[in-house]
């Protein structure tokens, strides 16, 4: 399962990177792919909305069925509120990449990005504001996703208080 989750997230994320501007088939596959609760209900409900077929505020920024994450700012935040709790995103457009979009992701103290570097999870180089964030949950939850399912490392043997040497065998 973890590896078709991240097969997915993955072809999201060189969608997104792909993409010039918002895209009402891209924000649908993002909310069944990081919402999966939601999906099996048929709706999906995470920003306090009223379910479907009732009357929805105009703010909801909701359309078929999902939210504009892709067009934005607000959606693309709540997004990441909901499926990266804690996290937060520094939004900056960068000049002299032609003045395209980018998103660093901040994540809580204790949070486990095993081998990631802190650029792996950044949007980058992005059309819109609303397209670096999503870019930069997708590839946030990929690292973690990542992280979760590398082989652990075994452990090491207890020695005592013998001298094994290490490398180079015992010391005498």
Known sequence: ???????????????????????????????????????ERGYYNWLGMRPKGENLPASAYWVNNSYVVTASVD??????????????????????????FAAEMVWPPGTDIGEAGDYEMDGRHAATRALAIVEGILA??????????????????????????GRNGPQA
């Open 1 to 39: 399962m973890a590896a078709d989750q991240i097969e997915t997230l993955k072809g999201l994320l060189e969608r997104v990177k792909a993409a010039e501007k918002a895209d009402r088939q891209l924000d649908r596959d993002i909310c069944k792919a990081l919402l999966p609760a939601e999906k």
């Open 140 to 165: 946030s939850k990929l690292v973690l996703l990542e992280a979760q399912n590398a082989p652990k490392a075994a452990p090491l043997p207890e020695t005592g208080s013998e001298n094994t040497g």
């Open 75 to 100: 959606a693309a935040l709540a997004l990441m509120e909901r499926v990266l709790p804690g996290w937060d995103a520094h939004i900056y457009r960068d000049d002299d990449d032609g003045g395209r």
